[in-house]
């Protein structure tokens, strides 16, 4: 999937009780339809497609375009996921519970029968996933969400930013994966945002591939790092001026690094980008220097391109674009009870049943 865009303003405030009753007995059943027909894993891939993310929670009737979209499904999922049958399980969530995501992806993984080595890998990306839209990709908005969905032998991450300034947040999707390291190199399904920054640090572009090999060679040797950083600071840049290559030269050289963090990465020799993300310490403000240095003093350059990227069934919480129906919210829980009822109906009554649905 390509890159779009949906709006996701700032919106506070709690979803009411009764919509939320209603949306986790709803959500429950579409669930239960899209498992029964299609697996565990299919729930997956759809999850971490923010069209049909975005659907689910129009659907449901919560903010068309809301912030709050993200954190309250994740939450309304959470709740139906992991206090049921299903073989699905989501881990994280806003502020707090996102930090608990390592202890909840034990107790989760283990409901699961996930093995210590499989635990291990969901908790690495986690971290790396957090990282990475974090620090790796650099566009203005800080992290206040996560969450990471996962079933027997696959997974995703979903994740959301805020820019205070702008009032705006911006949803992450990561691509569904069966259990292995998550890629630093284009890892997002997409990434949802109203608005396109016009300048970002992004070292997860295809286009900064030569960026991140020259900032590992930049680490493996760093004796030269400061004078480099000291001449990109004292360098007077006029207005207007360019580049050999006639780009313009307009940079600000971060003023404060963590050279613990610089350090660290010489005496590991890291032999991959992801491995620098994973250092404690190795924060926006270092990266983006890094990245500088690789820029101006060694020509490799990193994307700047912004990579950012909707509905509605039965009305929204604001009323927006109109207020919900209770009736019909509670006409269509009960339509689709009647569906998983008739899950036992053999092979061809199912398919007739679908086909009458599909219409």
Not at 37 to 66: A, H, M
Not at 106 to 122: A, M, S
Not at 298 to 321: E, I
Request: proline share 4%; aromatic share 8%.
């Amino acid at each position: 999937m390509k890159p779009n865009s949906i709006a996701l303003p700032l919106h506070y405030g709690k979803a009411p009780f009764w919509l939320l009753d209603r949306m986790k007995k709803l959500s429950r059943i579409i669930i239960s339809l899209i498992i029964e027909e299609y697996g565990e894993n299919e729930f997956i891939k759809r999850i971490s497609n923010p069209i049909f993310f975005q659907s689910f929670s129009n659907v449901l009737g919560f903010d068309w375009n809301s912030s709050g979209t993200t954190t309250v499904l994740t939450g309304v999922l959470k709740s139906v996921l992991n206090d049921s049958e299903f073989a699905i399980k989501i881990a994280g969530g806003k502020g707090r519970l996102g930090v608990q995501t390592p202890q909840q992806l034990e107790v989760l993984g283990e409901k699961l029968g996930l093995g210590e080595e499989e635990i291990g890998v969901l908790k690495k990306n986690s971290k790396l996933a957090a990282r990475i839209d974090n620090n790796a990709l650099q566009d203005g908005y800080d992290l206040y969400h996560h969450a990471i969905v996962f079933s027997e032998d696959s997974f995703t991450v979903i994740q959301q930013g805020m820019n205070a300034h702008e009032r705006m947040a911006r949803r992450y999707h990561f691509v569904p994966e069966k259990f292995r390291v998550i890629s630093v190199e284009e890892p997002h399904s997409a990434i949802v945002a109203e608005k396109k920054e016009t300048e970002v640090c992004n070292l997860t572009s295809r286009q900064s591939r030569e960026s991140r090999k020259t900032i590992l060679d930049i680490l493996r040797s760093p004796m030269s790092l400061k004078r480099d950083l000291e001449l990109l600071s004292v360098k007077k840049v006029h207005a207007g001026q360019t580049t050999i290559d006639g780009r313009i030269l307009s940079y600000q050289v971060p003023r404060r690094l963590n050279w613990d963090a610089i350090e660290k990465a010489y005496e590991l020799q890291p032999e991959k980008f992801e491995n620098v993300l994973m250092i404690d310490g190795m924060g926006k403000n270092t990266l983006r220097a890094l990245a500088l240095v690789a820029d101006l003093i060694y020509n490799a350059q990193y994307d700047r391109q912004d990579p950012a990227r909707y509905s509605f069934a039965v009305g929204g919480k604001d009323g927006v674009p109109f207020p919900v129906d209770r009736k019909v919210y509670d006409e269509t829980i009960e339509f689709l009870e009647s569906l998983i009822e008739q899950t036992t109906l053999d092979r061809f009554e199912k398919e007739k049943m679908i086909s009458r649905l599909r219409k």
